[in-house]
């Protein structure tokens, strides 16, 4: 299926000369607006990502402004500043009626490039959104660039086919240069410069297409190639070692559809959807929250909140301020110099939003789902609409919610049962050969389910080998088939959760699975009996940073956010606990690699920080060339003081990947998460009294689907 | 809702005269023929569970047979002895059509109780399937009993209401003793009398039902009863302590169904089901496998074998011989008195198939399902028929199977998505107060995915506490209501996977991650660039048993079942690998204590074992009070070679559960798993080509269910 891009009018834009672009321009911005017309702007909320006229406004206010003269002014983050998090919470649960929430003051961060600086910028909006003025300027003095825009990596890629030592290569290796495609590929940070004094480069690589849409899999390997983005020009390049190029036969992964048929299916709603969307606001079963769009997170969760039903009629508890993917670090573990710097900051690098693309209806998404679009800025600054970035659904999996049978009396057996309906927020970020589906999934009993599926491309190397027995060295990863070898590499995708368990003030617990040898005494918790071993729980409470961090492998525990103010009828800490699904794989990078000091949280699993507005990007706000000096673990070697605070749980899947030939030539999904689960939030299961809905008990044949 | 129990005869039956018993048996037996009558016996397999014609000759012949003359005779396991290995491979896989396979013998084993003595007798059953005759036959001289029967435990349960020490202390209690109800409870071992000269002894524990359905929650605490099971006498009794009896309020779960209402929703397969059911043959997309069901197993899967569209067309390739759940050692971890023996082996000492329950159409399984029966035998040695112990069903996640977007491309973009669905067997085990959904997922790309999903209810423990503030001394538990401990405990349940990948030999690997120095040296791997680590493999092939456990927590790596004479076009040797998904707990008890020595496995999640026909059960045949002395570490220690061999996987999934109040008065699930994922069994992705099914991609107006 071919999808006209919506990068696409920026493409040929890079393509075509200069006094195009106005026309180009007003043809998009049109685009734009009707797209931006057709959205709810009906009920603003102060986390609602800018929309497109806010950002026309931001774009001009920074143009305008004279603390910036330098041209060209390129954009490469423009995102919601949120209000500050007590405004937030008093707008959203302050008690007041909407109608008398004071409307709190719309901002914008702007990350831009102009003069070779870097340079951040707030910018107020006004309340009508069409207007805005410049609060702050400042240019960054420290290490690391901003994301790479799309612009600027589209005009790189056009430069290799008129750079004649390329021209060459191309030609030495018997490959038509019509079906060369490059993509840019960040430097990482190898001890060199970094600051101001760093250039602001790239590497580029070259594959080849042709007959194949899996360019990824035909490498022009051997080739070190260096842009300036600043410059927009080649300043380096090496083609050290020739490599035979894949033969494209068996790669492309597009249609060619045979194979056992499958029964069609869906999920029906007789009745309609059971969730609200409201401007950006969702309410679905006892949840409420917000969903944003940010250019470098993608989705982003904010103010859920779970209605109690135990409780006073309408009570709203809280549960998640602020949660979204704050990084995802990619490391590859070949050495050589084609591949050592593959170190990927996916989200800091790349930008997850940027590189989120629409969802095809009834295969990203069933035929039930609703859609949210996730509005960007452009490198020149303006508005472009991202359809169908985000995708909300109700999902019937089969799976029950609780149940039991009794067998126990004597003249009846007794039997409860109720079936389980989920919803799901989704997205998929692409960003070059790997998807990501990020699924965020609630759930009725309170728990949130999160769940990274990997699927995608392998980025894979061009070698001479054709088969596992000519293998004689480390290979660096597997051959999956002819010349082409798989390279082994690691996946850390890194939440940033601000997770405010009934309130802002929480602590972070380890109940420790503690052995006890049975004492014989009461008094120390043993008992007379011939039992010798047992085990109980040591709870630690983390007073600072240095106590929030966990290995999940190591040491069984359960991890808790608590609200230490706030107790059970019972007495008991109202909390929600950390369960991890798979993917608990920690890097094993010697701590001294560059690498790995750009991404050092990948250590432990789990972190815990008190929060603060300005730590949300795990490997800096300058994640491009960055050199860990400003990163989650950075910040937490101030070993600042967690408890009974506003805290922030961080928490990193990780999975070390092997390729196999079944990942080849595009990856079937694996999958990863974890859980956050209430934990003596409630007095007991909140849905034991949950509506069960009317599932049709009956075949399917009392349900009907019109014909196609 | 209310279900009349396939219990509730036998129930009935503890509580009358003798003389009532034929016409009952009469009546049972009409209502179990009607029943069998209805399943398909059309296409035998030898696979096949027992017939209830089967399970009636097998009957008569023991009965009949001059080697077990002492009587009462009471059946505690009947079960299929499956054929040789060889004879059902050859079966299976010979080659030649249907019609030419000739016919397996039809084996029965039973373990039978008479004089005193636990029996095994071996029966052979005519291929008409109405006569049988024993062919062997010995006295179990070890330690260990058979699995509990069910009429067994209801006998007993009605003995406490006759016996005056424990009517005094009802009364003392201040309960009605028409509101009380017990239970039977295991006594493990500890250390004393094993083999021959051990009495056959149980618990009893009791608790108050009243207006609540949930005993469980109302427990008569501080007693201990002793029941000798086969004479069926209390033989020990010790009221200790007298604590309060929790409230019913808040305790039940049935009915009372508030909150705010859920969408309906079903899956709806306008095409009607994409599987079939042959007999026990279940095929669907490119899977086939055979379900059966054992007394003490539950569900059983063979044979299991996917088609592979790369290869020659109709080749079949083996991927499980024989899978089942093997055990469920659940110990609680309060050493008191009347807990300090609460270890369970829910299949060893109760059986699973035994406690699965008829699954509720629409709720335990979506309205897609088709449903298999699971026929036991009663203590009498007679047929019950087991309704809707299995189902099967198509599940519509909203998943997806793989996908890939491709900006890379200056003039279009393209997206392939394949939606997924997946093929669930289902069976629900509630071996008294606890629920075990117990999944096999099998996905078109080759992988199955085990699910194990705990609800049901908490074992809790009355006390005096109201408050945890009241708490000063480790409580062995939390408190969850008023008077109510819900005590600390495990969960491992293990799987025996005779995994026979591409063929009966394999090879157990372990792909080890292996952190690595950049040397700088091609030589050793390394590299002249600024990276100064990366990880690579290390492959270790399993020589022995020793080297066939591991710890999945430990040092990171990728753990495979091979075929050592099986390569793929590259190279590489076919396999599948194991990937946790959660619950990957080991046990922290000690090593000399008791319960983990009946249980020692459960400290690695991971064993490797040669195949050998009677290595089933991991705590042992016996073992009701076993010892460990028969067990899969015992099997171990000989540390057989399992390299090249036909070898079983044995996996245990672990969950070490600190209860928490909503997990009161019933929990809602909680799931664990793993994949069973082929690495390099195939050539490449083998859905790249699978067809897409029609998934509506309308909204869902263009279905509609009938008015209910």
């Known amino acids: 299926m071919l999808v006209r891009s919506q990068h696409s009018p920026f493409k040929q834009m890079a393509q075509m000369s200069h006094h195009m672009l106005p026309v180009l321009v007003a043809a998009v911005l049109s685009i734009t607006a009707a797209a931006s017309a057709a959205s709810s702007h009906s009920h603003p909320h102060p986390l609602d990502p800018l929309t497109p006229d806010e950002i026309t406004a931001v774009r001009a206010a920074v143009l305008a402004s004279p603390r910036v003269p330098a041209r060209p002014l390129t954009f490469h983050y423009v995102g919601l500043d949120e209000p500050d998090k007590p405004d937030v919470l008093a707008y959203a649960y302050g008690g007041s009626g909407s109608s008398s929430r004071p409307l709190l003051p719309r901002r914008a961060l702007v990350i831009a490039r102009a003069g070779g600086q870097s340079h951040e910028l707030r910018v107020s909006v006004a309340s009508n959104g069409t207007s805005a003025a410049v609060l702050s300027h400042a240019v960054h003095s420290g290490a690391g660039f901003p994301v790479l825009t799309l612009e600027e990596q589209f005009a790189a890629v056009a430069l290799p086919q008129a750079y004649p030592p390329f021209v060459e290569s191309v030609r030495r290796r018997g490959v038509d240069m019509d079906d060369v495609l490059c993509a840019v590929f960040p430097v990482g940070w190898f001890g060199g410069r970094a600051g101001t004094t760093a250039k602001r480069v790239a590497k580029m690589l070259c594959f080849v297409a042709g007959p194949t849409a899996n360019f990824y899999a035909r490498p022009i390997e051997g080739i070190t190639m260096v842009v300036d983005l600043d410059a927009m020009a080649i300043v380096g390049y090496r083609d050290r070692v020739t490599y035979p190029v894949p033969k494209a036969e068996g790669t492309d992964y597009r249609a060619g559809k045979t194979g056992p048929p499958l029964a069609p299916g869906v999920a029906v709603q007789p009745e309609g959807r059971g969730f609200h969307i409201d401007g950006h606001v969702v309410r679905w079963a006892n949840w409420e929250f917000h969903v944003g769009f940010d250019m470098r997170a993608g989705t982003v969760i904010s103010l859920a909140s779970v209605h109690d039903h135990d409780a006073d009629a309408g009570t709203r508890r809280r549960v998640l301020y602020r949660g979204f993917v704050s990084e995802i670090f990619v490391p590859y573990m070949d050495p050589v110099e084609e591949w050592y710097y593959r170190t990927f900051l996916d989200a800091g690098e790349y930008g997850l939003g940027l590189w989120a693309f629409p969802l095809q209806p009834g295969a990203d998404c069933p035929a039930n789902a609703a859609y949210l679009d996730g509005s960007y800025a452009g490198q020149d600054g303006k508005p472009v609409g991202g359809e169908n970035r985000i995708c909300v659904f109700e999902r019937y999996a089969g799976d029950v919610a609780w149940r039991h049978t009794e067998a126990g009396f004597p003249d009846r057996l007794i039997t409860e049962v109720r079936p389980d309906v989920t919803l799901v927020v989704r997205m998929v970020v ?258 034991l009294k949950i509506g069960r809905p009317p599932i049709r008990s009956s075949a399917s044949g009392n349900c009907s689907c019109d014909a196609r």
């Open 430 to 687: 692409s960003p070059g050969n790997y998807d990501y589906i990020l699924d965020w999934e609630f759930k009725t009993s309170g728990s949130i389910k999160f769940v990274v599926s990997l699927t995608g491309l392998l980025e894979v190397k061009g070698t001479s080998y054709t088969h596992a027995d000519e293998i004689t060295v480390d290979a660096h990863g597997s051959l999956v088939s002819e010349n082409t070898i798989a390279v082994y590499h690691d996946h850390y995708v890194t939440y940033h959760l601000d997770l405010d368990i009934d309130g802002t003030n929480n602590s972070f617990v380890k109940n420790i699975i503690t052995a006890k040898r049975n004492t014989g005494d009461p008094a120390t918790g043993g008992a007379g009996t011939p039992r010798r071993s047992y085990w109980t729980v040591r709870r630690e409470v983390a007073e600072t940073e240095a106590d929030g961090q966990a290995d999940v492998n190591a040491a069984p525990a359960d991890l808790l956010l608590v609200n230490p103010g706030k107790k059970t009828r019972m007495g008991n800490e109202v909390g929600y606990r950390l369960i991890p699904s798979g993917a608990t794989a920690a890097s094993v990078l010697a701590d001294d690699d560059y690498p790995q000091r750009r991404a050092s949280y990948t250590k432990k699993q789990v972190w815990v920080t008190p929060y603060s507005k300005s730590e949300k990007w795990a490997s800096g706000l300058f994640a491009d060339q960055s050199t860990g000096a400003d990163s989650l673990t950075a910040w937490s070697r101030r070993n600042r003081g967690i408890r009974d605070q506003d805290i922030v749980l961080w928490y990193t899947l990780g999975l070390h990947h092997i390729p196999y030939q079944e990942d080849f030539p595009v990856m079937p999904t694996l999958s990863g998460g974890f859980e956050l689960r209430p934990s003596n939030f409630f007095e007991r299961n909140p849905i």
